[in-house]
């Protein structure tokens, strides 16, 4: 984003290659939840906000590639501020399991 001259064709290929890595991760993640119903949810609740955010990246590519809508761009702090969410929710989530948890002997 912060090169000089740069085309909207070349960042829009850029951020749809980094949005199907992370879809593909999240999505592989997602078959792999374990079976337990309560941990299920928390786990799709988790992955829930990856896919939101590379969702959002996918548009933004999309507009850049199919428009060459440099505005666009503006959409990218909401899948920024979509992560950060997301990674203070897992943070927070192994905190809690951390603290919880009986020290073995």
Do not use: C
Not at 2 to 24: R, S
Not at 37 to 59: F, H, K, M, V
Not at 60 to 84: K, N, P, Q, Y
Request: avoid cysteine; proline fraction near 5%; charge should be positive.
């Amino acid at each position: 984003m912060l090169m000089p001259n740069a085309k909207p064709d070349g960042l829009g290929a850029g951020f749809a290659l980094a949005a199907a890595i992370g879809l593909v991760r999240a999505l592989r993640n997602l078959r792999l939840v374990p079976g337990l119903p309560t941990r299920r949810i928390a786990a799709i609740r988790r992955l829930s906000w990856t896919l939101a955010a590379d969702l959002l990246i996918a548009y933004v590519a999309a507009r850049f590639l199919i428009a060459g809508d440099a505005s666009a761009a503006t959409i990218l702090m909401v899948g920024i501020f979509v992560l950060m969410v997301g990674a203070a929710d897992i943070s927070w989530t192994m905190l809690v399991e951390v603290t919880t948890e009986r020290p073995t002997e």
